[in-house]
Every structure is written in structure tokens, then in C-alpha cells.
């Protein structure tokens, strides 16, 4: 159940359905925004991937400086901290952020229908991709069986909300991860 709707929360899988983005390289990043963190471990690992089953890229040490620029989950997307322009993934527990982290900008209307997601209880998260396109995650005592229900009313229901002409379209995954593949994805209308 979503006990309360945040900017952090709303981006949570905004990069579920670009893969691809990950590798993105340095250079193809230097125009995004970018936050800078601070290490506060002893010792972090970077990581290649959103997983402690990727593999390690880097290591970095307590009061390291790094520009944040995207997360998934718990998960931070890094650069800025070698020489080489290497890019990876860190725990979010570990880095101190400034609190406008990712915090998209979105207006009454779409808070309004996030609220109402909220309230509903049946999602653990959601992000608004590319306007029209929706990524969601089950709450844990929601059955998977009630996915392609949920996921059409509540696209539907972002459709309508903003008076979009095009169709939405809502993909949900798995708790455990894109690298499951996604559970159902439909389109409104």
C-alpha cells in the first residue's frame, strides 16, 4: 500500500522500461540534471547496474563527492567520480542527497490522480512516464491475478483525469525487478 506519495516515489521506475538507458555513456548525460551526494560509508561499491548481483565498476570512500542523476528504487545512478567518466549504481542509503532529489514537477492534476492511486491501496509504487505512458508495482496483498484490472482502471483513469487523447499505456512488474520481465502491460483505450 502506498502510505504516502513523494517526489522519490513517483520516479521510482521511470527507467523500467528503458533498459538501455543504464548504459547510457557519460557524454550522452552531461545535459541532465544532476544532483551532488556525498558518500557517508566507509566504503561503497559502484556497481553496473541497479543490483548487488552486478558486477563492481568502482569503490569509493566515506566524503567521496559524486553527481547523482537518476534512480530506480533504492538504487542511484552516479558519475563524476573518476577521471574516466564511469558511471554506476550505489545504494541510496549510502549517499547523502539534497532533498529536491529528483523531484519531478508536476502539476495539480497529476497530484490529484497520484493521490487518488494512493488511496486506492493497491499499488506499492507508480511513476508517469513520458506523459502517456504509466509504470506500476503490485502492493505485496494484491494478487498478481488482478493486475490487467488494476492497471487498465487506473490508466484509464490517468487518461481521463487529463483529457489525453492518446491512448495510456500501463506496464506492471514484478517487486523483484525489471530483470523478471513485466506482468502485464495494457492500454487505455
Known amino acids: 500500500m502506498i502510505t504516502a506519495i513523494s517526489a522519490r516515489i513517483l ?25 551532488e551526494g556525498t558518500v557517508r560509508a566507509k566504503i561503497l561499491n559502484v556497481r553496473a547496474g541497479p543490483s548487488t548481483v552486478k558486477p563492481i565498476v568502482a569503490k569509493l570512500k566515506r566524503g567521496d563527492i559524486v553527481k547523482a542523476f537518476d534512480e530506480q528504487g533504492r538504487w542511484v545512478h552516479i558519475r563524476g567520480f573518476d577521471s574516466a567518466g564511469t558511471n554506476g549504481w550505489v545504494s541510496r542509503a549510502f549517499l547523502q542527497l539534497p532533498e529536491e532529489f529528483m523531484a519531478p514537477a508536476f502539476g495539480d492534476i497529476e497530484n490529484a490522480f497520484l493521490e487518488w492511486v494512493s488511496d486506492r491501496g493497491d499499488l506499492a509504487e507508480i511513476s508517469v512516464e513520458d506523459g502517456d505512458s504509466l509504470s506500476m508495482v503490485m502492493a505485496d496483498d494484491v494478487s498478481e491475478a488482478r493486475a490487467p484490472t488494476v492497471a487498465r482502471e487506473i490508466a484509464c483513469a490517468y487518461r481521463t483525469r487529463l483529457s489525453l487523447s492518446e491512448p495510456v499505456v500501463a506496464t506492471v512488474w514484478p517487486p523483484a525487478g525489471l530483470e523478471h520481465g513485466w506482468i502485464v502491460q495494457v492500454s487505455c483505450p
Do not use: I, K, R
Not at 13 to 30: C, G, R, T, Y
Open 11 to 35: 520516479v521510482l521506475v521511470l527507467a523500467l522500461a528503458a533498459p538501455a538507458f543504464w548504459a547510457a555513456d557519460a557524454s550522452a548525460e552531461d545535459g541532465e540534471n544532476s544532483w
